[in-house]
């Protein structure tokens, strides 16, 4: 039986292997430039609503860091209130959501931040996490949609390994288990037994130059 592996990912955050450590992934440690002051007179109000909601993200992210994620949650609200097209306050209310096992929540939130920006490379990977026992083949779609943009993204080659093998599509499972390791060596104790050999084999043999 293949192991299953879950892997999160934030913004700015070191990606967390579930199986292999305890802890929460980082909500978002950065975040859009400070709104300028106005340069004419006292600030007008969007001016005022954009600071607003700035400061309201900083301190949901600093509620995050500290595993306040009910007070988190208060302030990406009060952000999503000022403006509803903050990407980033509805990203961080899904990764609290999936946190806290809420799955419908999480997708929910991961959609609206999809409908701002489309490509929004994080939200597309917990996506793909949320709905890879259930929907494979969009899981599919989604982690090539994003090795696509980032050939360098390794635990999204191997969970598209991982979605692959579930479809015994072993070739395709070793080619993508062989580009996760050759981005990242340390995932290679991740892999599962039956691709572990071909994935070390294939990855080295890419690095060299040589063929299988």
Do not use: C
């Amino acid at each position: 039986m293949k192991k299953r592996i879950v892997l999160w990912t934030g913004l700015a955050a070191a990606v967390v292997l579930a199986n292999a450590a305890t802890g929460w992934v980082q909500l978002f440690t950065g975040g859009p430039e400070p709104t300028p002051p106005s340069v004419s007179g006292p600030q007008a109000p969007a001016d005022k609503r954009a600071a607003r909601a700035e400061a309201l993200l900083q301190v949901g992210i600093k509620q995050g860091e500290n595993k306040d994620f009910a007070g988190a949650t208060r302030s990406f609200r009060q952000v999503l209130d000022l403006n509803p097209a903050t990407k980033l306050a509805w990203y961080n209310l899904g990764v609290i959501a999936q946190h806290d096992n809420r799955t419908t929540d999480a997708r929910t939130a991961y959609d609206h931040a999809l409908k701002i920006d489309p490509n929004f490379a994080s939200a597309l990977y917990n996506k793909a996490l949320l709905i890879e026992s259930s929907h494979p083949d969009q899981t599919i779609a989604i982690l090539r949609r994003i090795v696509r943009a980032d050939p360098k993204a390794a635990t999204a080659y191997l969970h598209l390994g991982q979605a692959l093998a579930k479809k015994d599509r072993d070739g395709e499972a070793e080619d993508a288990f062989a580009l996760a390791v050759r981005a990242d060596p340390s995932l290679l104790r991740f892999v599962p037994d039956d691709f572990r050999d071909a994935a070390s084999t294939a990855s080295t043999a890419t690095e060299t130059g040589t063929t299988r």
